[in-house]
């Protein structure tokens, strides 16, 4: 815990019985291999964590057979573990790395060049980088990010974030050379993806809005002497992501007039909607991604918030379903339109990820690693259930606790939310989460509206002027878990963390009779001043701007920081975030907890806990995050009147 909140947080938390323990129980659940692999450049990669190291290793292999060999490890280039590998590019020929470092979980970036043979790095060096991943060219010797013109010292970690920039870097140049390849002076609000085409001709130039969904698409023809960016789709009308081209014949996933998303097919010649055409239809699952590999389209899509792959030509034809271990999440299928094989993970609140192999020859998946854990994933239950929202919707949701718990009205119950900005929250392993059940709770997790789960109907129904569905669906799944006797009031926490944070603001501050603990994280608590702040301008898209009159209304109804009520009894609260995080400034917990604390009508504790050298979460070393959900846990294991203690190893 940070020295900012050692104070009444840590006294209270130091006289937590079970505390250590608890602690020491999510050690050891945590200490299994992490392990993740990939093949770029004729090369394969593996991320790779032996257990408890603060940050995951980079290691590259000749073969899947070969031993690795260690590329980047973030772990020595700090003391605490603080500084974290954030993104990496593997040039196409397979001798460069370009990678990116950020420190103390900013977002703020420094890109560099690696040497794949030699493990040395070359000189290039790019700074003030933000929001940006890095594309090199087809021949190697430069690549493309976007970034920002170097702030103020006053203004790094607060500072509003406006003017991003497309450059092209050669290597071995110094950055003040870079090449502007695209900025708009009178939009200081667009966001710039250059991404090159698989076969080097294109520089797609993906434009984002804020966090608008919607988006435009540009592009420029590296290939040609005019070097002019052609405005292909500029009617911000909908969501498009380029897939792949054949030569001037681009593939884009899209929502426009397909809410649950398909594949259509432009022609770059003749650009006109009226010959745009369709290769895989939109279905009633949500289309999340498409990869084309051995020329095949693999597309990855929600059925009811848990993973469904599908194999498709070219032409769209449907191939066949790839079959996954369960109810669950798998990602990853990425490569080259050449590969014959891939690679994805799969995990369920109780699994840990699986990596699978993939041969898109023989359309078989074989098991290339799973991690040796300390439980049984057998032990544990999930079931999805539906219930109704406050206007008759019917929303999902995951359940999750020890096989044959009883459900008596008694069990402690964490309920996670999130709802918004179109993300979809799909069943996934955390090690605090499992902890969670083992000590005998129950983990529930809503698909709310404001997420993608059902496709961009479902994200807009939860946005805007009508964000309050949002929090109904919240606290209609609260309801629910008390009706069916889950839990009780008593019993029942709530958490959620940055938009998850602002939501279990809005709904503590709604009904704090509802609830027996709260814990927002990292959340956005003003939402009257929320722009001013680093790139909280970039929000207005999903919130509304507190500068229109209209939003202003919906937006104050339930601002967690304007809606707190004096000579209230609020329940236990236990707020966290961090001294770096500049995506959701530490300003609105600060205020949003002395505030609360404040109002606090009844005995029950409102704490903050400040972590230090961390951000919005990004990057946060294993040590920090370990002692954060053992000062969770901790927390509500008292606000709950919950007696239970880890057991041990089953």
Same mark, same amino acid.
């Given at each position: 815990m940070g020295r900012g909140a050692k104070s009444a947080s840590f006294s209270y938390l130091s006289e937590i019985a079970g505390r250590s323990e608890i602690k020491a129980r999510l050690t050891k659940l945590w200490d299994y291999e992490k392990f993740w692999v990939f093949k770029a450049g004729g090369r394969y990669f593996q991320f790779r964590n032996t257990g408890l190291q603060n940050q995951d290793v980079l290691y590259t292999m000749k073969s899947l057979r070969?031993?690795?060999e260690i590329l980047i490890d973030p772990n020595t280039l700090s003391s605490d573990g603080t500084v974290a590998l954030s993104g990496t590019e593997i040039s196409d020929d397979g001798k460069l790395i370009a990678y990116s470092l950020s420190t103390a979980g900013s977002d703020w970036m420094e890109w560099r060049v690696l040497s794949i043979e030699s493990g040395k790095d070359l000189p290039d060096v790019i700074k003030w980088v933000k929001f940006s991943g890095a594309s090199w060219t087809h021949d190697g010797r430069g690549f493309f990010y976007s970034g920002y013109d170097q702030p103020k010292d006053s203004e790094k970690m607060s500072g509003v974030n406006y003017h991003q920039k497309?450059?092209?870097?050669?290597?071995?140049?110094?950055?003040?050379?870079?090449?502007?390849?695209?900025?708009?002076?009178?939009?200081?609000?667009?966001?710039?993806?250059?991404?090159?085409?698989?076969?080097?001709?294109?520089? &797609? &130039?993906?434009?984002?809005?804020?966090?608008?969904?919607? !988006? #435009?698409?540009?592009?420029?023809?590296?290939?040609?002497?005019?070097?002019?960016?052609? %405005? $292909?789709?500029?009617?911000?009308?909908?969501?498009?992501?380029?897939i792949d081209n054949d030569g001037p014949v681009f593939?884009?996933?899209?929502?426009?007039?397909?809410p649950h998303g398909r594949v259509i097919e432009i022609d770059t010649r003749k650009p006109e909607r009226k010959n745009w055409k369709v290769l895989v239809p939109e279905t009633s699952a949500t289309l999340q991604s498409v990869h084309v590999l051995n020329n095949l389209l693999v597309a990855s899509y929600l059925k009811d918030a848990h993973t469904q792959v599908e194999i498709h030509r070219s032409n769209g034809d449907l191939v066949r379903e790839i079959a996954l271990p369960g109810l669950g999440t798998a990602f990853g299928f990425s490569g080259k339109r050449t590969d014959q094989e891939t690679f /994805?993970?799969?995990?369920?609140?109780?699994?840990?990820?699986?990596?699978?192999?993939?041969?898109?020859?023989?359309?078989e998946s074989s098991l290339l690693r799973k991690p040796k854990i300390t439980f049984r994933p057998e032990d544990y239950e999930t079931k999805q259930i539906f219930y109704l929202g406050k206007d008759g919707t019917k929303i999902p949701?995951?359940?999750? =606790?020890? #096989?044959?718990?009883?459900? %008596?009205? @008694?069990?402690?119950?964490?309920?996670?939310?999130?709802?918004?900005?179109g993300a979809s929250i799909t069943p996934s392993f955390d090690a605090g989460n499992l902890l969670w059940m083992e000590m005998g709770g129950v983990l529930a997790v809503p698909n709310l509206r404001g997420g993608g789960e059902y496709g961009e109907d479902w994200?807009?129904?939860?946005? @805007?002027? #009508?964000?309050?569905?949002?929090?109904?669906?919240? *606290?209609?799944?609260?309801?629910?878990?008390?009706? !069916? !006797? +889950?839990?009780s009031?008593?019993? $029942?926490?709530?958490?959620?963390?940055? !938009?998850?944070?602002?939501?279990?603001?809005?709904?503590?501050t709604q009904r704090p009779g509802l609830f027996g603990a709260a814990l927002p994280d990292v959340g956005v608590m003003d939402m009257l001043r929320f722009t001013k702040f680093t790139v909280g301008w970039a929000w207005t898209s999903e919130y509304g701007s507190p500068d229109n009159a209209e939003d202003f @209304?919906? *937006?104050?109804?339930?601002?967690?920081?304007?809606?707190?009520?004096?000579?209230?009894? /609020?329940?236990?609260?236990? &707020?966290?975030?961090?001294?770096?995080?500049? #995506?959701?400034?530490?300003? =609105?917990?600060?205020?949003?907890?002395?505030?609360?604390?404040?109002?606090?009508?009844?005995?029950?504790?409102? $704490?903050?806990? +400040?972590?230090?050298?961390?951000? =919005?979460?990004?990057g946060k070393p294993t040590e920090k995050r370990i002692e954060e959900i053992a000062d969770s846990w901790s927390f509500l294991t008292r606000a709950l009147n919950f007696t239970f203690l880890p057991k041990g190893e089953n």
């Open positions: 070969s031993e690795p497309l450059y092209l870097h050669r290597l071995g140049t110094p950055q003040a050379e870079d090449t502007l390849v695209y900025a708009r002076p009178d939009r200081k609000d667009w966001f710039f993806e250059g991404s090159v085409t698989d076969d080097g001709r294109y520089l &797609i &130039i993906t434009i984002y809005q804020g966090t608008d969904v919607k !988006n #435009r698409v540009y592009y420029l023809d590296l290939g040609s002497h005019e070097s002019r960016v052609i %405005e $292909l789709l500029n009617d911000f009308d909908a969501s498009y992501a380029f593939w884009f996933r899209t929502d426009w007039e397909a /994805y993970g799969f995990s369920s609140f109780a699994t840990p990820t699986t990596i699978y192999r993939y041969d898109l020859v023989t359309m949701m995951f359940v999750s =606790h020890k #096989r044959g718990l009883p459900l %008596e009205g @008694k069990n402690p119950t964490l309920l996670q939310g999130y709802g918004g900005f994200h807009q129904a939860g946005m @805007k002027t #009508r964000k309050r569905n949002v929090f109904d669906d919240f *606290i209609a799944a609260a309801e629910w878990l008390i009706a !069916n !006797n +889950i839990t009031q008593s019993k $029942l926490a709530i958490s959620g963390g940055s !938009n998850g944070g602002l939501l279990v603001g809005a709904v503590l @209304k919906s *937006i104050y109804a339930y601002s967690p920081l304007h809606n707190v009520k004096s000579a209230t009894r /609020y329940p236990p609260t236990f &707020i966290t975030t961090a001294d770096h995080d500049d #995506r959701v400034w530490p300003g =609105h917990s600060f205020k949003f907890a002395a505030t609360l604390q404040a109002a606090q009508a009844g005995s029950a504790p409102v $704490l903050i806990r +400040i972590e230090t050298r961390a951000g =919005h979460s990004a």
